[in-house]
């Protein structure tokens, strides 16, 4: 109960600083939120969606997972996004990855822990599709970040590939897809080199992705002293 109690302090106090700085903060928000952003993430502890990008709620609509997988059978994933794209309108979809993602190691290193073994088969087949590339890392912290990488550009395409995001496109809503990655190791954001804005860019954009992660000899984590 104490663990509880000091959920509830925490929120109190997170609500008076938020009045404090702006007193009509939650009357306005209650009445309307118009987020320009849908984010689809991890559903790991450690990657807090709004709290990265330093927005405020109601500036982003959110759909986490575990391992962000975008299917095609997914309910839940699709209805967040036909809400996020017919009934808010947001102009950006961005698929989040993170470098250490326990759905991505479970995955690569192929372990049994139960139901979710379905759901990370997902991220296999991603890693079938890539064998080759992941095959030629000898090394395996590098090889799980790529696999990361990989794994955001693949859901990235998903995205593209629904029936909601087609549709947007076709009635010339202007949406762009994205794909990043955050670093648990120093908070930071990347880009993967992935920006979708119609259907006609989509095999090129998952063509130019692929090349530009084959092209580097290192993942794009940097390394910070």
Not at 161 to 188: F, K, N
Not at 193 to 220: G, Y
Request: net charge negative.
């Amino acid at each position: 109960m104490r663990e509880i109690t000091k959920l509830l302090q925490g929120n109190k106090a997170w609500a008076e600083e938020i009045v404090a700085r702006e007193p009509n903060f939650f009357k306005r928000l209650s009445k309307q939120q118009t987020p320009e952003y849908l984010w689809i993430g991890c559903a790991d502890s450690r990657v807090p969606a709004t709290n990265l990008v330093n927005l405020d709620p109601g500036e982003m609509f959110v759909h986490r997972n575990v391992a962000n997988v975008v299917i095609h059978t997914d309910l839940n994933c699709l209805s967040a996004l036909q809400y996020a794209v017919d009934v808010l309108r947001v102009g950006h979809i961005i698929v989040c990855g993170h470098y250490g993602c326990g759905g991505v190691t479970a995955a690569l290193d192929n372990l049994k822990l139960g139901l979710i073994d379905n759901w990370l088969r997902h991220i296999q087949d991603v890693m079938e599709k890539h064998k080759t590339t992941l095959a030629a890392i000898s090394e395996k912290e590098a090889r799980m970040d790529r696999l990361c990488e990989l794994n955001v550009i693949e859901q990235v395409i998903n995205v593209c590939q629904t029936t909601v995001v087609q549709g947007a496109w076709e009635r010339g809503h202007d949406l762009t897809v994205h794909g990043l990655i955050y670093g648990l190791s120093d908070g930071r954001l990347r880009e993967l080199d992935i920006r979708v804005s119609s259907q006609n860019e989509v095999i090129p954009a998952w063509e130019n992705a692929i090349s530009s992660l084959t092209s580097k000899a290192e993942t794009l984590r940097e390394k910070y002293a």
